[in-house]
Each structure stands twice: as C-alpha cells, then as structure tokens.
C-alpha cells in the first residue's frame, strides 16, 4: 500500500506504489487530486485523453500529467501530487520513477516549474527521490525556497 503525506504547499505524496502500466499511473494521480478536492472528475478523464494524445514524460525519469487546454476549469485549486515508483514505469523508451499530476494555474506554475529545474539538474538528487522511503527527505526537497 502507498505511504501518503501531504505538505503546506498542497503537494501530496504517494510513496512506493507498485509498477502499473502508463495509463493507470495517470488515472490514479487524476483520481488522488480529485479525491484531494483540487480538481473535478472531468479533469482526470482530461488528463488520460491528454496522454493518449501526447506523451507527459520529460525524460530523467519524470513524467508530468495533466489536462487539455480548456480543462483548466476542472481545476479547483491548485495542487499537485508525486507518485513515486521505485520499480519504474516502462514509459516508450524510458523509465519513469515520479509521475506528477499537475492541477494549477497558469498563474501559478512559476514556482513550481522553477523548482522542478532545480531537481533535474541534481542527478544524484533524483535517484534518491526515485527510491527513498523518508518522507520528510521526500517534502523538504519540494517544498525548499
């Protein structure tokens, strides 16, 4: 069973989920957001007809799901959930470790981007986040200034 916790900034975490296909990954984080209150259930069928469309996985083990343009009005608030597979997702020709589900307005996603790059640049950072079972280690590195 997943560990979850949520944090100040409306990030959720979902730890040490066993590896599904693709599609059931972003279904699962459509359904923590809708069962979070942030997003309405249309939003989550958006976000799998989204993937079908058009691969979310930016590569180093990251795949970031969310809506079509226009789905924006599913949105309730903003927040955002990180599913970690330790195992990976067979994903094309990559693996992913984290899937995010996205919900927040454009507005918004400054931050969050921003602090996504910072993640990325960090090799060694990212591996941890792929395996760790420290929740706290997992919220600190999210939720840094």
Not at 91 to 103: F, R, T
Not at 121 to 139: I, P, S
Request: charge should be negative.
């Amino acid at each position: 069973m997943a560990d979850k916790e949520k944090s100040a900034v409306n990030i959720s975490t979902f730890m040490g989920i066993e590896s599904v296909d693709i599609m059931a990954a972003v279904a699962k984080a459509g359904n923590y957001l809708a069962a979070g209150g942030f997003v309405e259930q249309e939003y989550v069928a958006s976000m799998i007809r989204r993937e079908k469309l058009r691969s979310t996985y930016i590569g180093r083990g990251i795949a970031i799901s969310h809506g079509m343009p226009g789905s924006e009005i599913f949105i309730q608030k903003t927040g955002i959930c990180v599913l970690q597979f330790p195992k990976g997702l067979q994903y094309g020709g990559g693996m992913v470790y984290l899937l995010i589900g996205l919900a927040i307005n454009p507005e918004e996603d400054d931050v969050f981007f921003s602090k996504l790059s910072d993640i990325l640049e960090d090799k060694v950072l990212l591996n941890k986040l792929f395996v760790t079972e420290d929740k706290k280690f997992f919220h600190d590195v999210f939720n840094q200034n």
